[in-house]
Structures are given as structure tokens and as C-alpha cells.
């Protein structure tokens, strides 16, 4: 039986980037989205964003039984239903907007991702903020930015580095949070009527198993530092892809 070799790029693009979120926090979605934008159907983002979940949840969901054991519950608590909230708007708000304006609001928020990577996230292990609203903004905002474009991750990283835990404290229960995002923002893409076409299915189910196999050698791996040259160079991906959506919708 042939192998279609288009499937390998999101075979291998999911695999590399799951494997990426086990020394970042973050990752998948933000190396996905990009490629999956330019493959999808002209004027259409919303189907991207959707088989980008769908991969998203499927790693997370091993992601979270390979992180269990260092979960911190009362954190994942606050922030995970707080960014269900944000998350339920943030992917109202892509319904709501017509496909240009669709691609300028996933445009723009690449580009403002691409600049928040730049922070230097060691200086904040430093502060150790624990109250409540902390996570509470923490998770309004990265599942805000999640249900609107599907890049949760670095601002959910940025807030939970800030507790000065482990690597494996940080990235378990940002899973556990990114589960809960992807649990509220999926069956809404869904209710509005966003399909898959039978290109994107095919992606999601070689994505899909790429992230799994990613994640399976990331927990091999655990702990590790962040790896700051692939998160600029990711940042560098996302600026550009960003203009260029932010170009092609104005045209």
C-alpha cells in the first residue's frame, strides 16, 4: 500500500512540534497553524483552525496521562476555567467575523505571538505570584487568544514560568489547561457549521499521529530547558506568516 507523501509534512511538522512543547510549554498549534493556513481552501481560515484542534486535543490528551503525576490540580483549577471562558469567547468571536476579517484577527494575532516569544521568560521565575486572580487573568487571556486563533500556549506559559516550578510542574499542568481549551472551543467550530473537508481529515489523522509519537519521546526526555533558538525561530515563522495573512486580506 502507497504512502501519500503529501500526508508526511504534517506527519513530521506534528511530531517535531509535540516533541517541542515538552522543553517549551507550547508548540504544536503554533508551528501547525501557519503550515495548515496555507493549505486550506483560499478565504477559508476557520477550517485550519479546526483541524489544528483536532490534532491538538488528541496529543493533549496523551500528553496529559504521560504528565499526570506532576499536575498542580488548585492551579489547573482557577486557570482551566477561566480559559473555558475566554476560550467559548475567543472562538465565538472567529464565528462572528467574515473570512477577511477572519484571516486579519489569525494575522494579527501571529504577529503579537511572534513578539510575545521574545520575552525573556527566565527573569520571571523570579516572581512568584499564587493568588487566584493571577490565573485567573492568566486563563482568561490564553483562552481568549486559544478559541480565537489557537495559540494559547505562550501566554499560558508566560503566567505559569512566573511560579518558579519544575519543567515538569509547568508543562503538566499547562496540558491539563490546554485540554480543557480545546474541549470548550472544538464542539463550538463544530456547532457553526466549520466541517472538514476530506484534505484536512487526511492532515488531522497524519498530524494526529505525529504528535502522539512526539509526545511519547518528549516524556522520555522531561526534564529539559526551554529551547530558546527553536522558539525564535518559531517566532520568526509566525511574524512572517502573520504579515503575509495580514497582506493577502487586505488585497
Known sequence: MMIDASLLLPFFLALAASLLTFFSGFGLGTILL???LVYAPPGAPQEA???VALVHITNNVLKGGLTFQWVEWKTAGWFGV???LGAFVGAWMLDSLSDAAAQRWIGLTLVVFSLFEWLPQKAHRKVEPKTPPFYVVGGLLSGFAGGASGHQGALRSYFLLRTGWSAQRVIATGTMV??????TRIPMYLSTGHG?????L???VAGGTGALLGSLVGRKLLPKLTLKPLQIFVALGLAIL???LLWVSYL
Do not use: Q
Open 34 to 36: 501557519p503550515v495548515f
Open 49 to 51: 483552525v479546526l483541524a
Open 82 to 84: 477561566s480559559s473555558m
Open 178 to 183: 490546554a485540554l480543557a481549551v480545546d474541549i
Open 196 to 200: 472538514l473537508s476530506l484534505h484536512f
Open 202 to 204: 487526511r492532515w488531522c
Open 242 to 244: 502573520g504579515i503575509r
